[in-house]
């Protein structure tokens, strides 16, 4: 079965920062588009940035800009997601994501989630 697991998640003051893994297992092969979505308490599922199989291309959402970087090991089939500089407002709960068809964007082609990894930011 395709499962991806997330790690990292946990509480965190406002201004500091947390890494996020996600190690996809069972795929066929390892270089897919990969990224990230959170969900807020009571709010709609958002696109927050993907990296492309290769991990040259990556895109982020403006509201994470200049304070996330996802990058990818893929040696060791993980993506991660820095988050820096982080917001109350990032709490969330926060999903790995993984787009089979390379050509379609990840916020348009989710083919596998992960379970999610809360993350909470305090003021």
């Known amino acids: 079965q395709v499962q991806l697991v997330e790690s990292g998640g946990g509480l965190v003051q406002a201004g500091g920062s947390l890494r996020l893994s996600c190690a996809p297992s069972?795929?066929?092969?390892?270089?897919?588009?990969m990224g990230w979505f959170r969900q807020a308490p009571g709010k709609e599922r958002e696109f927050v940035c993907s990296?492309?199989?290769?991990?040259?291309?990556?895109y982020y959402a403006d509201s994470v800009k200049g304070r996330f970087t996802i990058s990818r090991d893929n040696a060791k089939n993980t993506v991660y997601l820095q988050m820096n500089s982080l917001k109350p407002e990032d709490t969330a709960v926060y999903y790995c994501?993984?787009?089979?068809?390379?050509?379609?964007?990840?916020?348009?082609?989710?083919?596998?989630w992960g379970k999610g990894t809360l993350v909470t930011v305090s003021s």
């Open positions: 069972g795929l066929p092969f390892r270089n897919y588009t």
């Open positions: 990296i492309s199989g290769s991990g040259g291309s990556t």
């Open positions: 994501a993984v787009g089979v068809v390379t050509n379609i964007p990840l916020y348009r082609g989710v083919d596998y």
